[in-house]
């Protein structure tokens, strides 16, 4: 029944990795002191986990005494001991080889300690980041101008996208390093280089080719814009299997859009379903990066893949033959 006021000081007891999600907390800032001395501006702070070597200096010493804040820019804000939480004043604590601590430091953290003899290992926790919930607001009536620009086409996209960009950043929604990070590179070159064989898959001619034979296939066998659908899912959904699902996307764009031309309906059904088939990367090992780290530490075989995603491809592809139409008529 306690009505809280500003400026109250919580208590909190519990779990110690709660303080990951308390931290994101609207309206509650950390009530350490030695958080406050820590350099680097507080969006980029990262909580990390170190456990203590047995060739550290730390070992022996008390937090305070080993003057851990000024030597690794970080705070200790709980510390773990034989899986255990040591409940008592951090700086009292004396430090043992094997002790876990958690701590909040600055993004460089990792870059420079984590090969330190002090640590047995150094290793961040994921999704640590504080929320800025006071740019919130920002975020907001920046991400409604982008879509008011994309949509009214008064400006170009790419300088739209470029210019809200630098705005966020400009704003300090995000750090400029964090931005950086967000950018996937890979991603970026492999969707590029698809867009190339796109193009040269519709420049060439295969794009007609391919529409064609598909069109006159669907023809003879008489089965309709839904027997259409199933094989433009079928075809994409292989392609997938022997390439990224990007590059499969945009292989398989032109001809699909080829074909609905052909038939003269909405190319939106067979956009969507063409999506839906690319991302169905179940049958092979090969076919999709979390497939490939999963393959051998799981032990599994080759044939345990097409054995679990075969079904549940052809279900994906039920389902999406069936609610295209629905979604996306094909006569609008």
């Known amino acids: ?110 870059l420079r300690w984590s090969n330190s003899a002090d640590f047995y290992l150094v290793s961040e926790i994921k999704n640590s980041m504080p929320k800025l ?34 705005l966020m950043i400009a704003m300090r929604c995000i750090s400029g390093p964090l931005a950086k990070k967000a950018i996937n590179l890979q991603v970026l070159i492999v969707i590029g280089a698809a867009m190339g064989i796109g193009n040269a898959v519709q420049t060439s001619g295969l794009a007609n080719t391919a529409s064609s034979a598909l069109l006159n296939f669907a023809n003879e066998s008489n089965i309709g814009n839904y ?26 764009f032109p001809i699909v859009m080829g074909a609905a031309e052909g038939i003269g309906v909405s190319p939106y059904p067979f956009v969507f379903t063409m999506m839906a088939a690319a ?22 075989k080759f044939m345990d893949f097409p054995r ?4 549940l491809t052809v279900l994906v592809a039920i389902l999406a033959t069936f609610i295209a139409p629905q979604v996306f008529p094909f006569i609008p």
């Open 1 to 110: 029944d306690e009505v809280l006021q500003q400026n109250d000081q919580l208590v909190f007891v519990g779990d110690v990795s709660a303080i990951v999600y308390i931290r994101k907390t609207r309206g509650l800032i950390p009530a350490t002191d030695a958080l406050e001395h820590i350099q680097g501006k507080i969006f980029s702070r990262k909580m990390i986990e170190a456990v203590i070597s047995g060739n550290s200096h730390l070992a022996g010493q008390t937090i305070k005494d080993s003057q851990f804040r000024t030597t690794y820019n970080a705070a200790i804000l709980a510390v773990h001991r034989n899986g255990h939480h040591i409940e008592r004043k951090i700086g009292d604590i004396t430090l043992q080889p094997g002790d876990t601590l958690l701590i909040e430091s600055s993004d460089d953290f990792l």
């Open 133 to 166: 919930h006071d740019k919130a607001f920002k975020s907001l009536v920046i991400l409604a101008l982008l879509v008011f620009l994309l949509t009214t086409g008064y400006v170009d996209r790419v300088a739209a996208i470029w210019g809200c960009g630098l």
């Open 227 to 252: 027997g259409t659908l199933f094989l433009v899912f079928l075809m994409t959904s292989i392609a997938a299997q022997l390439m990224t699902n990007y590059g499969a996307a945009v292989i398989m």
């Open 279 to 300: 991302g169905c990367n179940f049958l092979t090992p090969i076919s999709y990066q979390t497939n490939l780290m999963v393959y051998g530490p799981g032990g599994y």
């Open 308 to 311: 679990l995603g075969l079904p």
